[in-house]
């Protein structure tokens, strides 16, 4: 069974550009949620998508958008880059809504912004 | 406040002794708890999962839910260098059609042989 997997490993941008992140979802997953965390802090909820849909967002601006592809794998885009932004991005797959409880989470990519 | 409240430590004892870990939280409609080990640079890696009050082991691991109390908590016994981590406890509950997890700050652990 293959794990979760993102990249790039590590990321360095300047402000106001774009970044976009990819993670592969465990093998038979089709839910894929993407999580931030700051230094010393739990993840924060970005979004999650189910079958290639958005169906839950958290307190993140428009500027963090996302995709999911019929293979499951995943995209976080993040526009208009603020230093704030710098942190580690994590993706979580899981099985479907019925047992999305159990979310595995890859390694993650540290995102710097200069 | 904070949805999610864990102390974040740091927390460091000997090798072998006994373990708490804790965070309690303010929203009732949470539905299921969670415990997750964090090593430096790497993703968070489940531990623990219970939806119910009570305790759940395994191993050396005990998850403990108090959903009264609005409360929980991870024992670790016989500790061991190798437990040396961040250990984040994790809430869910559904936010419109999602599963969102919601995370504590995360307990910097060391144990020190």
């Not at chain 1, 603020?82 to 159990?102: F, H, Q, R, V």
Request: glycine letters at 8%; charged letters at 15%.
């Amino acid at each position: 069974e293959t794990g979760v997997t993102q990249s790039p490993t590590h990321l360095i941008k300047t402000r106001g550009q774009q970044v976009t992140l990819r993670c592969s979802s465990q093998s038979g997953h089709n839910t894929v949620s993407w999580y931030q965390q700051a230094l010393g802090q739990g993840p924060q909820f970005i979004f999650q998508y189910y079958r290639e849909e958005e169906n839950g967002r958290g307190n993140f601006p428009p500027r963090f958008s996302g995709l999911q592809f019929p293979n499951y794998s995943s995209e976080l885009n993040v526009n208009a880059l603020e230093l704030d932004d710098s942190a580690l991005y994590l993706c979580a797959s899981s099985s479907g809504l019925a047992g999305a409880d159990t979310q595995y989470f890859g390694p993650g990519t540290r995102l710097t912004v200069l | 406040q904070k949805e999610v409240e864990q102390d974040p430590g740091p927390l460091s004892v000997p090798e072998g002794a006994i373990v708490s870990l804790n965070c309690t939280y303010s929203n009732s409609a949470f539905q299921y708890f969670m415990w997750y080990r964090q090593y430096s640079r790497k993703g968070p890696e489940l531990l623990m999962y219970t939806y119910s009050s009570g305790n759940k082991e395994d191993g050396r691991f005990t998850a403990q839910v108090d959903k009264s109390s609005k409360y929980i908590s991870l024992f670790i016994r016989d500790s061991q260098p190798s437990d040396s981590a961040t250990y984040l406890c994790a809430i869910g509950h559904m936010a419109s059609r999602a599963q969102k997890l919601v995370f504590g700050q995360g307990t910097r652990l060391t144990i020190n042989p």
